[in-house]
């Protein structure tokens, strides 16, 4: 392989990205779209101003056993196949104040979103790639697993920890049938959501810069400086499912711009 040019790396290669309309998942669909990939993706919603030529669209929610139903058909249809899958579908939106301010519900939806979401469509498309001796599988989860916030995010971070978890033992698994099975723990990223939260606490703080300055002082401080970028995560995301990464798998990349502050 030619390491040193990948404008086709990924030519031949079928991939779904779930959550692919936005934010990192919008970036990932990018970058392996751009590099030749023919990528499938997905939301609970159609968009109407999606401007990533050549991607295959789907309605359907993941969170639901109809819509991991309805994916897997749409890969054996639209991509006959499947070689990569990156599931980047995940969330927060349960009630500040704690530990006890949370329902069971919200618990539910919230291991539904950021866990069993993912579970479901790996074991619809795990057997796909068994029988084809091949194929790689991203789980996106969270430094959150490591620090979580107990104020407004407890049961997103107990839910990706137990992702980051899941996915190391699918690896032990499924690797030596020729899967390999990574994840990615995001930090502070800015995405849309995370503009929005910046504009929220903007009409209280005075300013962006003091909103984003908030924001990453609660997490203890981004040592780069900044918040990351979808686009830094979709780079991460394309070496971790290409072939530059052959014996890589059962790992967990941090990419927080050193919020962790521990080994």
Do not use: C
């Not at 990932?28 to 050549?54: C, F, M, N, Q, W």
């Not at 349960?94 to 074991?123: I, K, Q, Y």
């Amino acid at each position: 392989m030619n390491f040193s040019s990948y404008e086709h790396e990924f030519k031949g290669k079928r991939a779904l990205i779930t959550g692919g309309t936005k934010g990192m998942g919008y970036a990932i669909v990018k970058r392996l779209a751009e590099a030749g990939a023919t990528v499938l993706t997905t939301a609970r919603s159609i968009p109407t101003d999606y401007d990533i030529p050549g991607v295959h669209f789907i309605q359907a929610d993941i969170t639901k056993r109809e819509g991991t139903a309805i994916l897997v058909e749409a890969v054996k249809e639209k991509l006959g196949g499947i070689d990569i899958l990156i599931n980047t579908v995940g969330g927060a939106s349960t009630p500040p104040g704690g530990a006890l301010a949370l329902t069971e519900e919200d618990w539910l939806e919230t291991l539904n979103m950021n866990l069993l979401g993912s579970v479901r469509l790996d074991r619809s498309v795990l057997p796909m790639m068994v029988a084809q001796g091949k194929g790689v599988i991203i789980h996106v989860s969270s430094i959150q697993r490591k620090l979580p916030l107990y104020e407004t995010t407890l049961a997103y971070a107990a839910s990706k920890a137990a992702l980051t978890n899941y996915s190391k033992g699918l690896s032990k698994e499924f690797s030596p049938k020729g899967i390999r099975i990574n994840t990615i723990a995001p930090g502070f990223i800015q995405t849309e959501a995370a503009d929005r939260m910046i504009d929220r606490i903007a009409t209280v703080a005075g300013s962006r810069d003091a909103a984003l300055q908030e924001l990453m002082d609660s997490l203890g401080g981004i040592p780069i400086g900044r918040p990351g970028l979808p686009e830094e995560v979709a780079e991460l995301a394309a070496f971790l499912v290409s072939d530059r990464s052959a014996s890589i798998t059962g790992s967990e990349y941090v990419i927080d711009g050193g919020t962790i502050p521990t080994v």
